[in-house]
């Protein structure tokens, strides 16, 4: 069956430090995988996706990034954590031929940024 | 672009029926998703309607109309564990990502 890590679990970080959040998923290949972000009592906000090593889109223009070094793995960056970058961060994984199906979540990143 | 719409509260005791509602503006449309997610939890996948009408899965219902780009998430005899925020979803315009709603608050009372 397919299990979705990700880590840290929380994190607090003052403002200006780097970020580096990490995801990986076990039981599949070639999977589309994403970061979500959910601020405090709001939606779930569609950060980068990638359908291949390599291949990241943006959605939301800002100071983090993504990378995709193997197949199954997802991480994502910041140089400098603004005070905004406070929130939940999900990464998420479909199936390749994804067509509007289900996507599954990982447990989440709570990060606090102080 | 993608935008959705859904309530933001909805209240109800335990054993009713409630219905979340969702209508959304998209430029490619593959299906509505609801996905269910308990505070401080990760979203969980209740549904998805590539075809308009209804889709029945135990207690919960999930309604597409397509022509009127609406549809609805119907929960019944609501239980204290339906507490929780749901979301409705639609498909990026390229089809490789979801857009949520804000998702609706779901408060089930005794």
Redesign the interface.
Known sequence: SQTIHQWPATLVQPVGSPLSLECTVEGTSNP?L?W?RQAAG?????LF?S?GIGQI?S?VPQNLSASRPQDRQFILSSKKLLLSDSGFY?CAWSVLE???????????SWLTVV | GQSLEQPSEVTAVEGAIVQINCTYQTSGFYGLSWYQQHDGGAPTFLSYNALDGLEETGRFSSFLSRSDSYGYLLLQELQMKDSASYFCAVTNQAGTALIFGKGTTLSVSS
């Open positions: 589309n994403y979500y709001r939606g779930l906000q569609l996706y359908v889109s959605e999900l994804f067509s509007g199906n289900t996507i599954y979540f990982g447990e989440g």
